[in-house]
């Protein structure tokens, strides 16, 4: 159905379908962010370049669901959960992901000189503000992130986004004793 639109999904509307998408939706997308940013702190080659990949997506979509002011009506937002969200975008954020930002030229949208310094996020291929050098860097700010998030949910969500939180962390360190490196996170 490539052109056509699919028609929209509601957004959840009990506490219920909430409380499931914090366990299971907003679980996965950190714990991918996190498992992938150690994974790709532990290692070199084409597994280093998968856990590049998953944490640039799994980011984005944990970076939208905190900061997009657009969204569809399937779209669930960190406002759905705690209204008196304000976090401003994080400089992470606004340097790297962000729409027309060097993930987006980079990993998200074919587009002509993906090589150049402003579609990499920094001079040259192994500079530090290069984006294949921010892995490590999302997940510790998405970490801070959901931590100053928890904080203002819900209280009858509360409780759940910190176990979500904390087995997310729990599996970065199981990466990390798997390659045998202190949890960097």
């Not at 366990?23 to 597994?47: I, M, Q």
């Not at 399937?74 to 790297?96: G, N």
């Not at 904080?151 to 979500?164: D, H, L, N, S, Y």
Request: proline content about 7%; glycine content about 6%.
């Amino acid at each position: 159905m490539h052109g056509g639109k699919l028609p929209p999904v509601p957004t959840p509307s009990t506490a219920a379908d909430e409380k499931e998408f914090l366990e299971k939706d907003l679980y996965d997308a950190l714990r991918w962010s996190f498992v992938s940013a150690v994974t790709w702190h532990a290692t070199k080659g084409r597994e280093c370049v998968l856990a590049m990949n998953t944490n640039l997506v799994q980011s984005r979509a944990l970076y939208e669901f905190y900061f997009a002011k657009v969204s569809e009506p399937d779209d669930a937002r960190a406002l759905q959960f705690a209204p008196s969200w304000a976090e401003p975008e994080s400089p992470l954020y606004l340097k790297y992901m962000k729409r027309g930002k060097p993930a987006n030229k980079r990993i998200f949208h074919l587009v002509y000189d993906r090589n150049i310094a402003a579609n990499a996020g920094g001079v040259g291929h192994d500079g530090p503000d290069h984006l294949k050098n921010q892995v490590l860097e999302f997940a510790k700010d998405l970490r801070r992130i959901t931590e100053l998030f928890i904080g203002c949910v819900k209280p009858q969500f509360q409780a759940i986004v910190r176990t979500t939180l904390d087995n997310a962390l729990s599996e970065a360190k199981k990466t990390a004793d798997c390659h045998g490196i202190p949890n960097p996170l």
